[in-house]
């Protein structure tokens, strides 16, 4: 019988700008995935909930302040880590984030931009982030 992995729980914000842009974060080169386009956000660590630890993760990597209210859950994707916890079960949970207090910065990572919903397809992505990324651009156009 083989043991089973500990589950990896991620959390992700999609900024969504007035003119429909979202934001994205370049890793940081010399990390897992380094180099790729992702959504922010991070590890749920013990005793969070997802929405504190998304609360968390945003003000640490992009120095801006979430409510809880103003997050929305929009989709979900799982598959495996990559990495030193290769291949132990990973989901991410992504939510939309429409307002926020002060001005995103890259505090982590290499670097952040904006893009048009039909852009993040072509975007270099994390396996993981292509789902979330699609379920987010059909969440957008309904």
């Known amino acids: 019988m083989q043991k089973n992995s500990t589950l990896l729980m991620v959390v992700a914000a999609a900024f969504v700008a007035r003119d429909g842009h979202i934001l994205m974060h370049r890793r ?35 120095g801006v302040a979430v409510e809880l209210r103003d ?10 880590t990559a990495g030193p916890d290769a291949r132990a079960p990973l989901v991410i949970l992504l939510y939309t984030c429409r307002k926020w207090s002060g001005n995103p910065r ?19 992505m994390p396996p993981l982030d292509y789902p979330l990324a699609a379920q987010l651009v059909r969440y957008l156009s309904s």
């Open 28 to 62: 940081n080169r010399n990390s897992v995935h380094g180099g790729l386009w992702e959504f922010p956000g991070g590890k749920i660590e013990k005793a969070e909930s997802p929405e504190t630890a998304l609360v968390r993760e945003i003000n640490e990597e992009l």
């Open 71 to 80: 997050l929305a859950p929009v989709a979900f994707a799982s598959g495996e």
């Open 106 to 124: 890259c505090l982590e990572g290499e670097e952040i931009a904006w893009f048009a919903p039909e852009e993040l397809a072509e975007l270099d």
